[in-house]
């Protein structure tokens, strides 16, 4: 007769623990008073600069987890200003309320993302009966680890998304991964907080050749973004649609 007690307060006692973050989490919503259906202006916050999108949300702050080498959280605050949206506009919202942003508005976060992101060559080596691969070639290394000559380039590209009408419902489509967010712009408008993923290139090398490998060894293979102008343009058909 005893276990149940036990179990409801063991449940309590949880609820005690979680309670701090639900209420400082998304869970805390705004007292708002807009009799109207409508979105919200929300702006996150991170180390690549800031977003703004709309939201089908009351919820004061909507903190969104996201990998870039570590696991880093970008957290989006409520703000006042609206917009009316219709019912039609609700289903909409409600794919975009995966916290995609539309790319236009929000450029200089974007090309903040791809010039963080640098092509780097590793080294594969074998230590006992492990292969693995090293960020740079150590000659020092070379009585400890046995290089077997595999090189590959460590390179990032980005993806955006689209939302399309499809079979009476809104659909999240997700485009190709390229070198260059400007080549999908304009056909996939929206991104997430981390648009990027990696991609390898590997060569053979003979181990005397080692330490002189570049990464313009690989060029023609991958093909970086244009970081040397910030402007936002279709790199297809070279429209400029001004900074931002």
Known sequence: MEKPKLRKTFRKILALLVCPFILTGCSEQADCKIPEKHVHKYIGTCDKGTVTTYVNSEDIMIPTSYQDGSYKTMRYERQEESLPITDEDEKFYIIKNNM????????????????????????????EDILEYAYRWIPSNQERKDYTGDVRVYHYRFCGHRIVYKDGKWVDERS?????????????????????????????????????????????????????????????????????
């Open 176 to 244: 190709p991964f390229v070198d260059d967010i400007r080549e999908i712009i304009d056909e996939y408008p929206y991104f997430r907080v981390y648009p990027a993923t990696i991609r390898h290139s590997h060569r053979e090398y003979d181990k005397e050749d080692l330490d002189n490998v570049k990464i313009s060894d690989f060029d023609g293979i991958f093909i970086g973004p244009d970081l040397e102008n910030h402007e936002l343009y279709s790199k297809e058909i070279g429209d400029y649609y001004g900074k931002h």
């Open 100 to 127: 995609l942003f539309k790319g236009e508005d929000n450029w200089d976060y974007l090309y903040n993302v791809m010039a963080s992101k640098h092509d780097r060559i590793e080294y594969r080596y074998r230590y």
